[in-house]
């Protein structure tokens, strides 16, 4: 009898945990005590055409004010390069271009408020000193125009990530944009991985087919990861990743951050970040748009099939011309950890979510690179 009690106490009390509801207050303490890293912002696409990151505005999703406001403690800015420059043989001008907006116009523009980073390390000592760390991955990998020689100069300007295709096929690896050339990874393309791995670079898998994700998995030496995908048994689309995939992934160490483009949320978006980048003024409006709460129906399909070791943030803020009500921009992921919170993870679980599972990706990838 003494037992029976026992458990219906415990039971009553576990049953009082789970319906803790947290007020704005309590959720916004535990927000700013997290580090949360975004693993893909795409707002270079216009500070490389003179936009001003210090001034508030309506026509992007991020500024520095509102970086502040959402506690952004680390961002990957994307060196975004699209197909039409490799068409025109100017990938690499267009990826240097890039790579300048990032260290000029927004690192050394704003010193009090980034540090330009490159390392886990450099990421946890940028928060200490207050600051937000500037970090940068290439998006598309036609932007090393077949040379091994680009790639490590890249490296060498900052780079720390390279997504291996975008939408479109490259001459080494195949995109889940295009119809298969290559069957995955070329000779070329596996050549292109190892010396990734070698230089400490992350394998960034979003936006491959398939076959080319499972090429790399068999290839890298270090954990991949996706730095901006969602999950495909929750919306269908060709840019997310299978329950397979993502369980493959975790089993390699790897990570995926989710995107919160409405489409790549929820299937009922009418909406395509996939047609282009198109200016605020000319973005179609959906008819359906994904919200909050699909962003965390997300993470959590991903904690039950993998693991909450195993999946992050990957915003594409900027890059997406849908976004989900209740986290319209950089300001707003302070709700995102109330829901979280509301649906019974804990701190911890969050503060993995946020930063400490891509951390231990970066430094794995860090820790194979060395001879």
Same mark, same amino acid.
């Given at each position: 009898?003494?037992?029976?009690?026992?458990?219906?106490?415990?039971?009553?009390?576990?049953?009082?945990?789970?319906?803790?509801?947290? /007020?704005?207050?309590?959720?916004?303490?535990?927000?700013?005590?997290?580090?949360?890293?975004?693993?893909?912002?795409?707002?270079?696409?216009? !500070?490389?055409?003179?936009?001003?990151?210090?001034?508030?505005?309506?026509?992007?999703?991020?500024?520095?004010?509102?970086?502040?406001?959402?506690?952004?403690?680390?961002?990957?800015?994307?060196?975004?390069?699209?197909?039409?420059?490799?068409?025109?043989?100017?990938?690499?001008?267009? !990826?240097?271009?890039?790579?300048?907006?990032?260290?000029?116009?927004?690192?050394?523009?704003?010193?009090?408020?980034?540090?330009?980073?490159? /390392?886990?390390?450099?990421?946890?000592?940028?928060?200490?000193?207050?600051?937000?760390?500037?970090?940068?991955?290439?998006?598309?990998?036609?932007?090393?125009?077949?040379?091994?020689?680009?790639?490590?100069?890249?490296?060498?300007?900052?780079?720390?990530?390279?997504?291996? /295709?975008?939408?479109?096929?490259?001459? @080494?690896?195949?995109?889940?944009?295009?119809?298969?050339?290559?069957?995955?990874?070329?000779?070329?393309?596996?050549?292109?991985?190892?010396?990734?791995?070698?230089?400490?670079?992350?394998?960034?898998?979003?936006?491959?087919?398939?076959?080319?994700? @499972?090429?790399?998995?068999?290839?890298?030496?270090?954990?991949?990861?996706?730095?901006?995908?969602?999950?495909?048994?929750?919306?269908?689309?060709?840019?997310?990743?299978?329950?397979?995939?993502?369980?493959?992934?975790?089993?390699?160490?790897?990570?995926?951050?989710?995107?919160?483009?409405?489409?790549?949320?929820?299937?009922?978006?009418?909406?395509?970040?996939?047609?282009?980048?198109?200016?605020?003024?000319?973005?179609?409006?959906?008819?359906?748009?994904?919200?909050?709460?699909?962003?965390?129906?997300?993470?959590?399909?991903?904690?039950?099939?993998?693991?909450?070791?195993?999946?992050?943030?990957?915003?594409?803020?900027?890059?997406?011309?849908?976004?989900?009500?209740?986290?319209?921009?950089?300001?707003?992921?302070?709700?995102?950890?109330?829901?979280?919170?509301?649906?019974?993870?804990?701190?911890?679980?969050?503060?993995?979510?946020?930063?400490?599972?891509?951390?231990?990706?970066?430094?794995?990838?860090?820790?194979?690179?060395?001879?």
């Amino acid at each position: 009898m003494f037992r029976y009690v026992l458990t219906l106490l415990a039971c009553a009390s576990l049953l009082g945990a789970q319906k803790k509801t947290y /007020t704005d207050a309590e959720a916004l303490q535990i927000h700013n005590s997290l580090l949360l890293i975004d693993t893909h912002n795409d707002v270079t696409s216009e !500070t490389v055409k003179g936009l001003d990151l210090s001034k508030p505005g309506k026509a992007t999703h991020t500024d520095i004010p509102r970086l502040k406001r959402g506690n952004v403690g680390a961002t990957f800015f994307a060196v975004y390069v699209a197909a039409a420059y490799a068409k025109k043989q100017q990938a690499a001008h267009r !990826t240097l271009e890039m790579i300048d907006t990032v260290k000029r116009d927004i690192a050394a523009r704003f010193p009090n408020d980034f540090v330009f980073a490159g /390392t886990a390390d450099q990421i946890v000592a940028a928060r200490k000193q207050g600051k937000m760390a500037a970090l940068m991955g290439i998006e598309g990998g036609h932007a090393i125009e077949d040379s091994l020689r680009l790639l490590r100069t890249y490296h060498d300007l900052g780079i720390r990530y390279m997504t291996l /295709t975008h939408s479109n096929n490259n001459s @080494w690896a195949d995109s889940s944009g295009s119809q298969p050339e290559h069957h995955g990874l070329t000779a070329f393309g596996r050549q292109v991985v190892a010396e990734m791995n070698r230089l400490g670079m992350l394998v960034d898998i979003s936006h491959v087919s398939d076959k080319t994700f @499972w090429d790399v998995l068999e290839v890298s030496k270090a954990p991949p990861f996706a730095s901006h995908s969602s999950c495909r048994a929750i919306s269908d689309i060709a840019r997310n990743m299978s329950d397979e995939m993502i369980q493959a992934l975790a089993k390699k160490g790897g990570v995926i951050q989710i995107n919160f483009g409405c489409e790549f949320l929820n299937p009922k978006s009418a909406e395509s970040s996939e047609l282009g980048r198109l200016p605020p003024a000319a973005r179609p409006k959906t008819k359906v748009r994904a919200t909050l709460a699909d962003i965390v129906e997300h993470i959590d399909h991903v904690v039950k099939i993998a693991g909450v070791d195993y999946v992050g943030i990957g915003s594409d803020f900027d890059g997406v011309t849908c976004v989900p009500v209740g986290l319209e921009d950089v300001s707003q992921f302070p709700n995102l950890t109330k829901a979280l919170l509301n649906k019974g993870y804990s701190a911890g679980d969050i503060g993995k979510i946020y930063s400490g599972n891509l951390l231990r990706v970066m430094r794995a990838a860090e820790r194979a690179a060395k001879p």
